[in-house]
């Protein structure tokens, strides 16, 4: 049988607390995150691995802001410490809720895709906009091309900024790419999105991703 691990005090520093299983047993919860990781990742190189890994952002900071950091976490009820963050599918869940409201309301599904999924997208896009608005610091934008399975090249635009003292991450808009696919394309489709929301992107801009 394999030694059951202890959290240690020092493993603060790797942005670590635990949780305890009724049987005793400690896991290592990552308090940036929320992931709780196998008791034998009780070690200072697994949790270390993860930090600079997952929050490489977060690798050089002090004790203090770790400490700071976890009261934020631990305030923010037992939901999240026991596990309970945001569930891992949100997408399918909210589907099925919607899904679930259009029968009862004896309504054809189309509906779904014709009017609220577009509510849905503008809604996200009109509170992540105001969000990149309202940071002081530039945000980070990643630019990805897919082809659903009507063979139809799409953008997909991810930004990432800061809001509220914590790093977001966050989908901003998707569009099909109706012609061809080159960069020049994508950059006037992009410049396109943000002249409708009349944002300066390239002076807030931080750092670009593409592939």
Known sequence: ???KRKYNEAY???GFTFIAERD???KPQCFMCGKVLANGSMKPTKLKE???CVHPEN????VDLFRAKKARFEKAGTLPKLEFTPTQKPCPEASYKVAYRIAKQEKPHTI???LVKPCALEM???QVMEELAATPFPFSMQLDETTDVSQCSQLLVFVRYMHADAIKEEFLFCEPLLETTKAIDILEMVNSFFAKQ??????NLGTLCTD
């Not at 690798?59 to 002090?62: L, Q, T, V």
């Open 1 to 3: 049988m394999s030694k």
């Open 12 to 14: 603060l520093s790797f």
């Open 24 to 26: 005793g047993t400690q």
């Open 50 to 52: 993860h930090l600079t």
């Open 59 to 62: 690798a050089s900071d002090s």
């Open 112 to 114: 779904g895709e014709t």
């Open 124 to 126: 996200v896009e009109l």
């Open 198 to 203: 009349n944002f300066d992107w390239k002076k």
